[in-house]
């Protein structure tokens, strides 16, 4: 095994022996001690690159002690050296952007466009953040009584987890560091052991743009590291986005050590297509939200529900699209959709499509024919059609690019169906009738609604969140939830008086 080395150099396509990659703690690269590591993959060829450490109790400890000793002069700084500094976090981020999405692309398999697109979201949050000064404006109420004013203020928490998943590796870390960080607290971040190179990059850049060493630390790990953040008495709120098992485990358990917790789960996202639906435009939009990034999206679309007597023109429709897809190693240009993240993965995909015919479904396209030179974890497109709510390839988030179709009647039985579904992520609804969009925003049950837009993930200024299991407790990601979960709240109650008019008074106060 080689020596510890700066994330930069980590992952080079032509990489011979696997490079280790250790945690950022105090500004610095540190070196695990576990002896336990697990490995980093190019999933387009298959290639073990990388060896991430795994993080002890003690480690964790480390990252959270060093985070919190650099809490006190943090949150002293001002709004204003706070926005500059965010500012400048934009700035080379939005620089370096290209090397992010090229550690994406060689640990997550992503294409690089679709890499790309995932850091520019993640900046939007970035961006959101710079206007510090203004989202932590609190209320002033004068002479609520007599020479007393009121007011209220938001406080960051302090140490701030994050444990992110492999699917967004650059996006979803930014989803939380930059709120967390703007708004005063100190991070620990726990990505993926997947693709964990681009958070160590990141690390990098917002030391080169002056963030205090202490104040953003990674740190790698599973569930030794997960279960020690969480039952850390100094971590004060966690963050997570990940499967929605393992986001009921995070919030119970944080929640249970006294921490605030916002977990953010899995997802199976319908779109509803009513019979007056532009059948190209609806099938170029199933293409496109079911199989992007491999379908490993938590806002992909992963059942179709076509209404009425759309149903066989639209799979017709979907099936014309698919042989023209171009399936092969992300770094390609002419690529645009590359393997999925693990060989494991792979083949669990897959078997939802055996699985799906076993089960009664029509076969429409089998990814499993897909041909690619090498052993990367590639999967070729699956359109299922005739899937029925019983069947595991309904019932399961597959996370990868199978595309089930449900017939329904009416619109009646398609809401029903979402509704019924114990997700509640994203979902959208394709219609040229503008009373049946504006009633099914009404009557959806899920946190994120798109009416002809398929994959409606919020812009920064609002918030990110589903319904149901796909998310647990009261805050949703970014936005105003997500300042509102980095801080909480005081109120100050003043009073001034002029010395003249004071008195001895054992009442309660009141407002008068
Ligand atoms: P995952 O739940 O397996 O892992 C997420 C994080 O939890 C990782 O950092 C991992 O190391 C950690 N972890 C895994 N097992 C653990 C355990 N037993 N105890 C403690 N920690 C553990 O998720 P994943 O496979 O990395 O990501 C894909 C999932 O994330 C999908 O379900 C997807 O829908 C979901 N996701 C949701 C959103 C959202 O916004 N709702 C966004 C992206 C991804």
Same mark, same amino acid.
């Given at each position: 095994?080689?020596?510890?080395?700066?994330?930069?150099?980590?992952?080079?396509?032509?990489?011979?022996?696997?490079?280790?990659?250790?945690?950022?703690?105090?500004?610095?690269?540190?070196?695990? /001690?576990?002896?336990?590591?697990?490995?980093?993959?190019?999933?387009?060829?298959?290639?073990?690159?990388?060896?991430?450490?795994?993080? /002890?109790?003690?480690?964790?400890?480390?990252?959270?002690?060093?985070?919190?000793?650099?809490?006190?002069?943090?949150?002293?700084?001002? $709004?204003?050296?706070?926005?500059? $500094?965010?500012?400048?976090?934009?700035?080379?981020?939005?620089?370096?952007?290209?090397?992010?999405?090229?550690?994406?692309?060689?640990?997550?398999?992503?294409?690089?466009?679709?890499? $790309?697109?995932?850091?520019?979201?993640?900046?939007?949050?970035?961006?959101?953040?710079?206007?510090?000064?203004?989202?932590?404006?609190? @209320?002033?109420?004068?002479?609520?009584?007599?020479?007393?004013?009121?007011?209220?203020?938001?406080?960051?928490?302090?140490?701030?987890?994050?444990?992110?998943?492999?699917?967004?590796?650059?996006?979803?870390?930014?989803?939380?560091?930059?709120? %967390?960080?703007?708004?005063?607290?100190?991070?620990?971040?726990?990505?993926?052991?997947?693709?964990?190179?681009?958070?160590?990059?990141? %690390?990098?850049?917002?030391?080169?743009?002056?963030?205090?060493?202490?104040?953003?630390?990674?740190?790698?790990?599973?569930?030794?590291?997960?279960?020690?953040?969480?039952?850390?008495?100094?971590?004060?709120?966690?963050?997570?986005?990940?499967?929605?098992?393992?986001?009921?485990?995070?919030?119970?358990?944080? #929640?249970?050590?006294?921490?605030?917790?916002?977990?953010?789960?899995?997802?199976?996202?319908?779109?509803?297509?009513?019979?007056?639906?532009?059948?190209?435009?609806?099938?170029? #939009?199933?293409?496109?939200?079911?199989?992007?990034?491999?379908?490993?999206?938590?806002?992909? !679309?992963?059942?179709?529900?076509? !209404?009425?007597?759309?149903?066989?023109?639209?799979?017709?429709?979907?099936?014309? @699209?698919?042989?023209?897809?171009?399936?092969?190693?992300?770094?390609?240009?002419?690529?645009?959709?590359?393997?999925?993240?693990?060989?494991?993965?792979?083949?669990?995909? #897959?078997?939802?499509?055996?699985?799906?015919?076993?089960?009664?479904?029509?076969?429409?396209?089998?990814?499993?024919?897909?041909?690619?030179?090498?052993?990367?974890?590639?999967?070729?497109?699956?359109?299922?059609?005739?899937?029925?709510?019983?069947?595991?390839?309904?019932?399961?988030?597959?996370?990868?690019?199978?595309?089930?179709?449900? @017939?329904?009647?009416?619109?009646?039985?398609?809401?029903?169906?979402?509704?019924?579904?114990?997700?509640?992520?994203?979902?959208?609804?394709?219609? @040229?009738?503008?009373?049946?969009?504006?009633?099914?925003?009404?009557?959806?049950?899920?946190?994120?609604?798109?009416?002809?837009?398929?994959?409606?993930?919020?812009? #920064?200024?609002?918030?990110?969140?589903?319904?149901?299991?796909? $998310?647990?407790?009261?805050?949703?990601?970014?936005?105003?939830?997500?300042?509102?979960?980095?801080?909480?709240?005081?109120?100050?109650?003043?009073?001034?008086?002029?010395?003249? /008019?004071?008195?001895?008074?054992?009442?309660?106060?009141?407002?008068?």
């Amino acid at each position: 095994m080689s020596e510890v080395i700066h994330a930069p150099e980590l992952a080079h396509e032509d990489a011979g022996e696997p490079k280790r990659i250790s945690h950022w703690i105090g500004g610095q690269v540190v070196a695990g /001690t576990s002896g336990r590591r697990g490995p980093v993959y190019n999933p387009a060829t298959g290639e073990q690159t990388g060896a991430v450490d795994f993080a /002890t109790a003690e480690e964790i400890d480390a990252a959270v002690q060093t985070a919190k000793a650099a809490f006190p002069s943090w949150r002293a700084l001002s $709004l204003s050296r706070r926005a500059e $500094l965010m500012f400048r976090i934009r700035e080379l981020v939005h620089t370096h952007r290209e090397d992010i999405a090229r550690f994406l692309t060689l640990e997550h398999g992503k294409v690089l466009s679709d890499a $790309l697109g995932e850091v520019t979201r993640g900046l939007e949050v970035v961006e959101h953040a710079c206007g510090i000064p203004t989202l932590l404006q609190g @209320r002033y109420s004068e002479q609520v009584s007599t020479g007393i004013d009121v007011y209220s203020i938001r406080q960051p928490l302090g140490v701030c987890a994050g444990i992110t998943p492999f699917n967004f590796p650059a996006m979803v870390p930014m989803w939380m560091w930059a709120p %967390a960080l703007a708004c005063g607290n100190t991070f620990v971040l726990k990505p993926s052991e997947k693709d964990p190179s681009a958070s160590m990059y990141v %690390a990098e850049l917002l030391q080169e743009a002056g963030l205090p060493d202490g104040v953003f630390n990674v740190v790698h790990g599973d569930k030794v590291a997960v279960d020690a953040i969480l039952e850390h008495p100094d971590v004060a709120g966690v963050s997570f986005v990940g499967s929605t098992p393992i986001a009921r485990y995070i919030y119970e358990t944080g #929640a249970k050590h006294g921490k605030r917790v916002q977990a953010l789960g899995g997802a199976k996202n319908h779109m509803v297509v009513l019979p007056d639906a532009d059948v190209d435009m609806a099938a170029d #939009a199933a293409v496109g939200a079911a199989y992007g990034s491999a379908g490993e999206r938590c806002m992909a !679309v992963s059942v179709v529900v076509a !209404v009425g007597d759309i149903g066989d023109r639209l799979v017709a429709a979907i099936e014309e @699209r698919l042989p023209k897809l171009k399936i092969g190693s992300g770094l390609d240009p002419a690529s645009e959709m590359g393997p999925l993240v693990t060989r494991e993965h792979r083949d669990k995909v #897959a078997s939802y499509i055996e699985g799906g015919r076993e089960q009664g479904a029509t076969v429409v396209a089998d990814g499993r024919e897909l041909d690619v030179d090498g052993d990367g974890f590639f999967l070729g497109v699956s359109l299922l059609d005739n899937v029925t709510p019983e069947m595991d390839a309904y019932r399961d988030e597959i996370f990868g690019p199978v595309l089930s179709v449900v @017939r329904a009647e009416t619109y009646d039985e398609a809401v029903r169906l979402a509704n019924e579904n114990p997700y509640g992520n994203g979902v959208a609804i394709f219609t @040229r009738d503008g009373g049946a969009a504006r009633r099914f925003q009404f009557e959806i049950d899920a946190g994120m609604v798109g009416i002809n837009v398929p994959i409606p993930v919020p812009v #920064a200024y609002y918030s990110f969140g589903g319904w149901k299991s796909s $998310l647990f407790g009261d805050s949703h990601i970014y936005g105003p939830e997500g300042i509102n979960f980095y801080t909480r709240g005081k109120v100050v109650t003043s009073r001034w008086p002029d010395p003249a /008019t004071s008195t001895v008074d054992l009442g309660f106060p009141q407002t008068r």
